[in-house]
């Protein structure tokens, strides 16, 4: 059984930074692409950034390019949302999740496409 565990979630004012980290354990980490999406009340889970298994392809979605940054370190079975100048609009719990295909090519934005989900951790921006 894959367990997802976010942490790094809080509350902080507009401009300021947060990095969000996904503990991974249950399978191997490293043959698997990972992602992290978003929902904020009352609005459908969106998708904000995927990376792939091997680490060398990244997709964001537009809103946050250019200011949110993911990564992961396969040896410690973890991966990370880097997010710089922060904006209310980021306001939401944000998710980690395992792609379900063993060493896919490139990363994706389809929440389909992804098997396991973490608990969340919430984000809160004040303006």
């Known amino acids: 059984q894959v367990q997802l565990v976010e942490s790094g979630g809080g509350l902080v004012q507009a401009g300021d930074s947060l990095r969000l980290s996904c503990a991974a354990s249950?399978?191997?980490?490293?043959?698997?692409?990972m992602g992290w999406f978003r929902q904020a009340p009352g609005k459908e889970r969106e998708f904000v950034a995927a990376i792939s298994w091997s680490g060398t392809s990244t997709i964001y979605a537009d809103s946050v390019k250019g200011r949110f940054t993911i990564s992961r370190d396969n040896a410690k079975n973890a991966q990370y949302l880097q997010m710089n100048s922060l904006k209310p609009e980021d306001t939401a719990v944000y998710y980690c999740?395992?792609?379900?295909?063993?060493?896919?090519?490139?990363?994706?934005?389809?929440?389909?496409?992804?098997?396991?989900w973490g608990q969340g951790t919430q984000v809160t921006v004040s303006s």
């Open positions: 999740a395992a792609d379900r295909s063993r060493f896919r090519v490139g990363a994706t934005r389809r929440p389909a496409e992804y098997d396991y």
């Open positions: 249950g399978r191997t980490f490293s043959s698997y692409g």
